[in-house]
C-alpha cells in the first residue's frame, strides 16, 4: 500500500500571506522527498537494483558519520 504525500498549509501559519504559504508548501514538500518519490517510481527498477542502491547509500552515510566522528574527536583532541 502506498503511503500518501499529505502536505497541508494553513493560511494561519502564515498569517495570510500567500508568498510564505507557497515558500513553506515548498519546504515541506521537499522535506517529505515528494518529487524525488514520483522521479524514482516514474520508471520500473528491478528489486536486485533497488537493493543494491540502498546498499550503497548505506554505505556512503557509513563513511559520513565516521568522517563526522573523526573530526569531532579531532577538535576535542585539539582543546586539550
Avoid: N
Avoid at 33 to 43: C, G, H, I
Avoid at 59 to 77: C, G, I, L, P, W
Amino acid at each position: 500500500m502506498k503511503k500518501a504525500a499529505h502536505v497541508v498549509v494553513r493560511a494561519r501559519e502564515c498569517r495570510g500571506h500567500h508568498e510564505k504559504m507557497i515558500r513553506k508548501f515548498i519546504k515541506k514538500a521537499k522535506k517529505e522527498r515528494v518529487v524525488e518519490k514520483v522521479k524514482d517510481r516514474r520508471y520500473y527498477k528491478k528489486p536486485s537494483v533497488i537493493k543494491k542502491e540502498k546498499q550503497r547509500a548505506a554505505s556512503r552515510t557509513r563513511v559520513r558519520e565516521e568522517q563526522k566522528r573523526r573530526k569531532a574527536q579531532e577538535r576535542r583532541d585539539r582543546k586539550k
